[in-house]
């Protein structure tokens, strides 16, 4: 199974800063790497799909990058919704299988 | 717009086969695949298996033995029995449209 490294697993941070959330693979991913957020309650929602992609609906400022092995989420300034848990989910090969999660929360 | 809810028993007893259900609407599911994924208590997400588009079926090995996916396309439905539960298996269960799109999830307790 690939194994998929998050970190940090926990992010303090301030509204309008600028955070980085990453993800590291056991083995090459061919950038089927997905990033989810979810609040406590809710379903998880899907913020970027294929490494850097952005989903429909979500604003502008998330954005994904990386390949191969390695891979980032980048949050250009925080907004007071944002402070949620975020994960990220390779697809590249069974089984799936998905980071440890990144809880972000208000400094 | 695309909807998926789980339900299900919220306590099986140890040793006790699981069956949960996932409702669809807003999507076929002859034209896409729904995945089981599940996350015990303060842990990490697990998949466990999906059944795809034409009715076929892939599981997570660690799983596989034990897990059953299935569907009535008739009624919108996905179905996942597991069976031998441990409290180990105490987890948030949720099913998923492909990677896009979630539940709400379903609480699942094993205990006696």
């Known amino acids: 199974d690939i194994q998929m490294t998050q970190s940090p697993s926990f992010l303090s941070a301030s509204v309008g800063d600028r955070v980085t959330i990453n993800c590291k693979a056991s083995q090459n991913i061919n950038k089927y790497l997905n990033w989810y957020q979810q609040k406590l309650g809710e379903a998880p929602k899907r913020l970027i799909y294929?490494?850097?992609n952005l989903q429909t609906g979500i604003p502008s400022r998330f954005s994904g990058s990386g390949s191969g092995t390695d891979y980032t989420l980048t949050i250009s300034s925080l907004q007071p919704e944002d402070f949620a848990t975020y994960f990220c989910?390779?697809?590249?090969?069974?089984?799936?299988?998905f980071g440890g999660g990144t809880k972000l929360e208000l400094k | 717009q695309v909807q998926l809810k789980e339900s299900g028993p919220g306590l099986v007893q140890p040793s006790q086969t699981l069956s949960l259900t996932c409702t669809v609407s807003?999507?076929?599911?002859?034209?896409?695949?729904v995945s089981w994924v599940r996350q015990p208590p303060g842990k990490g997400l697990e998949w466990m298996g999906a059944?795809?588009?034409?009715?076929?079926?892939d599981y997570n090995s660690a799983l596989k033995s034990r897990l059953s996916i299935s569907r009535d396309t008739s009624k919108s439905q996905v179905f996942l029995k597991m069976n031998s539960l441990q409290t180990e298996d105490t987890a948030i269960y949720f099913c998923?449209?492909?990677?896009?799109?979630w539940g709400q999830g379903v609480m699942v307790t094993v205990s006696s």
């Open positions: 294929n490494t850097n």
């Open positions: 989910l390779q697809h590249n090969s069974f089984p799936w299988t």
């Open positions: 998923t449209r492909g990677s896009s799109y």
């Open positions: 807003g999507f076929s599911l002859t034209s896409n695949s």
């Open positions: 059944i795809w588009s034409g009715g076929s079926t």
